[in-house]
């Protein structure tokens, strides 16, 4: 069955950096695009970044570009998310997702979460 | 960015009743929009994609429609494990954004 296991949360004073990681099993890792979505403590949802099956393309939510960076290794089956000169507001749990087949910009699995917090 | 606004933000509903979640999106997104359901402190599963196809394993209960910018998700009869907070997102434009959810709770 397919899992995504997060890892790498914790706490992190403002301006740090942290490197979360996702491992993924029980699918063809390769065939598939994987995103970032992450929720802060009682709010919603909120898209983070994206990453294609072969990292040919990559996008980010407008307001992290330049402090985030996804990446993925496909010998390791794992998406990474750089985390730089973090602020407060970027305490959050933040999941890996799978995207949906046939380019649908969806979540169809997801990861635990891990939580980040983002203090000093 | 497309902008999606659910509504209501809380909806009490008896078990077994109908409950009628709402789904507005600032511009068309044509069919490209799902639905998610989310259980307090866990990760959000999905239920419906394409405006209106359920994802795998979702009960028949949930159904989705609409399409533009006016979407709806439905849940037939209200059963104890729905009571939870749903997300709309859209995925016809980068950056993906959701709704800020719709909290379902027992009446």
């Known amino acids: 069955q397919v899992q995504l296991v997060e890892s790498g949360g914790g706490v992190v004073q403002p301006g740090g950096s942290l490197r979360l990681s996702c491992a993924a099993s029980?699918?063809?890792?390769?065939?598939?695009?994987m995103h970032w979505v992450r929720q802060a403590p009682g709010k919603g949802l909120e898209w983070v970044a994206f990453v294609r099956y072969d990292s040919t393309s990559k996008y980010y939510a407008e307001s992290l570009k330049g402090r985030f960076t996804i990446s993925r290794d496909n010998s390791k089956r794992t998406v990474y998310l750089q985390l730089n000169s973090l602020r407060a507001e970027d305490t959050a749990v933040y999941y890996c997702a799978r995207d949906g087949a046939g380019g649908r910009r969806i979540f169809d699995f997801w990861g635990q979460g891990t939580l980040v917090t983002v203090s000093s | 960015e497309i902008v999606m606004t659910q509504s209501p933000v809380t909806l009490s509903v008896s078990p077994g009743e109908r409950a009628t979640l709402s789904c507005r999106t600032s511009q068309s997104v044509d069919s490209n929009l799902a639905w998610y359901q989310q259980k307090p402190g866990q990760a959000p599963r999905l239920l419906v994609y394409?405006?209106?196809i359920r994802a795998t394993g979702v009960p028949a209960r949930f159904s989705g429609s609409g399409s533009g910018t006016e979407f709806t998700l439905t849940i037939g009869s209200l059963q104890s494990e729905d009571y939870a907070l749903y997300y709309c997102?859209?995925?016809?434009?980068?950056?993906?954004?959701f709704g800020g959810g719709t909290k379902v709770e027992i009446k």
């Open positions: 394409g405006a209106s």
């Open positions: 029980g699918f063809t890792f390769t065939s598939y695009a």
């Open positions: 997102q859209q995925y016809e434009n980068w950056p993906l954004t």
